[in-house]
């Protein structure tokens, strides 16, 4: 039972581009969101979160939007650089729950 | 400030035999969680342990998997009895509460013979 989907396992862009990530989850009780970055062979990283009081947080040229009626979120980075490329997790629980449910990933590859 | 350390980072059994995996959290974190990452998927949840207590277990098969967290020394995940299927990479992640970022480790990779 995958509560939160990517649905696009990999992803290429041009250097200097907009990388758009998506996510979508089907529990209506997550209002905790998170995105984390994965090199091959480390752990994840936490790159940025976002709780579900506001629909955009931005931190440099990571900016991660909420759309709560279509259970969906994004994660945006621009200008997109070749050390983006990694695989990209998205995250989600809710306040009273104990772990956060990660989708598959996305493989995020940028073309210098 | 050292992160969050896993050991081994690679570790081969035989079927039959048992695997323990340690995690030792950032410093202040109180809460650890073990996810196991199968091939092609993604990180699935098993256990959420805060000092000597386990939490949430939710997540662990309920045979031959077990995982402590001492009051003092690293957390432990241990599988008895090894099968194929259990080859995969286990990452420990720690946080200073819950429902905070989590920070993981960079994973102990089990393969079995």
């Known amino acids: 039972d995958q509560q939160v989907k990517q649905n696009s396992p990999s992803l290429s862009v041009q250097e200097g581009r907009i990388s758009i990530l998506n996510c979508d989850y089907t529990?209506?009780?997550?209002?905790?969101f998170l995105w984390y970055k994965k090199y091959p062979a480390e752990g994840p990283t936490f790159l940025i979160s976002?709780?579900?009081?506001?629909d955009k947080n931005e931190d440099g040229r990571f900016t991660v939007f909420l759309n709560k009626s279509a259970k969906h979120l994004s994660l945006h980075i621009v200008p997109s650089q070749p050390g983006d490329s990694a695989v990209y997790f998205c995250?989600?629980?809710?306040?009273?729950?104990?772990?956060?449910?990660f989708g598959t990933g996305t493989s995020l590859t940028v073309i210098p | 400030n050292a992160g969050v350390m896993q050991n081994p980072r690679h570790l081969v059994r035989r079927r039959g035999q048992e695997a323990r995996l340690r995690c030792s959290p950032m410093k202040g974190h109180s809460h650890v969680y073990w996810y196991r990452q199968l091939p092609e998927e993604g990180l699935k949840f098993m256990v959420y342990l805060q000092k000597e207590n386990i939490i949430d277990e939710s997540g662990m098969p309920k045979e031959r998997f077990s995982a402590e967290f001492p009051k003092e020394g690293p957390s432990i995940l241990r599988i008895q009895q090894v099968v194929r299927g259990d080859s995969a990479a286990y990452f420990c992640?720690?946080?200073?509460?819950?429902?905070?970022?989590?920070?993981f480790g960079d994973g102990t990779r089990l393969s079995i013979l």
């Open positions: 992640a720690s946080s200073p509460d819950l429902n905070q970022p989590q920070h």
């Open positions: 976002i709780s579900s009081i506001k």
């Open positions: 529990n209506s009780m997550f209002d905790y």
């Open positions: 995250a989600a629980s809710h306040l009273t729950g104990n772990q956060f449910y």
